[in-house]
C-alpha cells in the first residue's frame, strides 16, 4: 500500500509562481513511477508532468517549459515547480504512484487527495 498527500496549493496571480509537494509514504516498490494530474470541475483529469525513479521526466505540452517535477534525495517527496502560471492552470492537483510506467494515463493506482491551485488574472 502507498499512501500520497499533496500540499502546497493555493491562490496566486497569473504569471506567478507555485511549489506542490506530495509526501509518499509505503511499499517504495509501488512508487516507481509517479506524476501529476489536474482536473477541473467538468473536464477529465489531465497527466500534466511524470517522473521515473531514475529521474527521466515527461510533459503534457500544455506545461511543456513552465513547470518541473522532481523527487526529493530520499524519494519520499514528490514535487512540482510551477512557474509563469496562467489563469488555465486554475485546478485540483493530484499526485499519483504504481510500479508501471503510465507516463501521463490515468491508471495509476494511488492516488492523492488532491491540493486546489487558483491563477486569477
Known amino acids: 500500500q502507498v499512501q500520497l498527500v499533496e500540499s502546497g496549493g493555493g491562490s496566486v496571480q497569473s504569471g506567478g509562481s507555485l511549489r506542490l509537494s506530495c509526501g509518499v509514504s509505503?511499499?517504495?516498490?509501488?512508487?516507481?513511477?509517479m506524476a501529476w494530474f489536474r482536473q477541473a470541475p467538468g473536464t477529465e483529469r489531465e497527466g500534466v508532468a511524470a517522473i521515473d525513479s531514475f529521474g527521466s521526466t515527461s510533459y503534457s505540452d500544455s506545461v511543456k517549459g513552465r513547470f518541473t517535477i522532481s523527487r526529493g534525495n530520499a524519494k519520499n517527496t514528490l514535487y512540482l515547480h510551477m512557474n509563469s502560471l496562467k489563469p488555465e492552470d486554475t485546478s485540483m492537483y493530484y499526485c499519483?504512484?504504481?510500479?508501471?510506467?503510465?507516463?501521463?494515463?490515468?491508471?495509476?493506482?494511488?492516488w492523492g487527495q488532491g491540493t486546489q491551485v487558483t491563477v486569477s488574472s
Open positions: 509505503g511499499d517504495p516498490y509501488n512508487v516507481y513511477y
Open positions: 499519483a504512484a504504481d510500479r508501471v510506467d503510465w507516463r501521463l494515463y490515468p491508471n495509476y493506482s494511488y
